[in-house]
């Protein structure tokens, strides 16, 4: 059985600096033509000081778009003018992270850096060269004083082959990524066919069975005391070693908020269209009058699989844009990566038994660093 289930005191707070971005990714509905306005922040930036002034909590930031980098005089400005800020985060599609200041770099605590694995696969998608710009830009603020977690942020869709694309990415070594992230391209818009071929059968012939290889190849190095760093996997067997359940991974509506260019409050920064998702305005609303403001609903709560996962994503439990069909077809790439890495849990408590490795490796994230951790 799980104990009961622990709540952090800290908030975590994206902040969208623009809607704008200067890619037109395949899988990406963010365009800047069709998003709600304002599309560049519209409030003084003195509204944000004094909210984010009320909460007594340990405050995470990430900036995120659009592309936040857009927007560079603004990030560096407001992290001037906040003082209370444990971690500084930004989720970028890393094009012009090397025009970030190295005095603002060195602050940053991660970076979330947009690459789909293999050149052709991140490039089918993001656009000829881009995979060789992510790598070269990461590879510069590595060597311009960047020392915290430099994170790939995987978006997998059709042309992807789960094991090829993450393999390939933990092989790099210049730059040699922290940390390995992904999320799966369904449910952000309203129909499946808009760009999946057969996304049912991508499931079943492709992404789950590339899950089981991929926890087989991760076995074989935790058996020799290496601990890849694939956050889906080692969040997860934290979980099943300890038998402590998690909320909602992500945070969203619970202790993790976006703070749109407009100033109104959602919970997730990809919902703000959404009236389910508003839960104030950073001149109206406290942080503590938000907090726990919205949660996961049926049929997640009823899962056998709830304590572990903790409800995948707030938004698509929310819209179910694709149907109950896809929706449950997506929880059952869940179950199936649960149920694969808790088969191999009593041999990786074995292992942490023997010395060879130790819970410690799994405890990540420490903070809310932007990765939702299911996939």
Known sequence: MFDDLEVDVATNYFIILTRACNLKCKYCGEDATFEPPPIDL??????????????????????????????????????????NVRHWSIQTNAVFLHKLHPPYLQRLSAILASIDGRPHVNDANRGQGNYQKVLNNCSYVLSHGFSGDLIARMTVSEVADIYEEVVHLVSLKRPKFSHIHWQLDSQWDDRPENRWKDFLGWIDKSY?????????????????????????????????????????????????????PDGQIS??????????????????????AIRN???????????????????RCLFINYTKLWGEKYYAKVCGTVKHLINSLRQIAPEVQQLIADGILSLDDFNYPQYNNGCEIIP
Request: include cysteine; charged fraction near 15%; proline fraction near 10%.
């Open 42 to 83: 519209a409030y003084p930036l003195t509204d944000l000081v004094t909210f984010l002034a009320k909460d007594p909590s340990e405050i995470t930031i990430q900036f995120y778009g659009g592309e936040p980098l857009l927007k560079i005089p603004l990030l560096e400005q407001i992290m001037d003018a906040i003082p």
């Open 208 to 260: 789950n069975p590339g899950i089981s290889r991929l926890v087989k190849w991760w076995l074989s190095f935790l058996r020799e005391g290496i601990v890849q760093r694939l956050v889906p996997f080692i969040a997860l067997m934290y979980s099943l070693l300890t038998n402590k359940p998690s909320a909602l991974r992500c945070g969203a509506g619970l202790d993790s908020f976006a703070i749109n």
């Open 267 to 288: 919970v997730c920064p990809i919902s703000p269209e959404f009236s389910f998702s508003i839960v104030g305005h950073i001149t109206s609303h406290s942080p503590e």
């Open 293 to 311: 403001s919205l949660h996961v609903t049926a049929p997640c709560p009823s899962c056998a699989e709830y304590p572990v996962c903790g409800g």
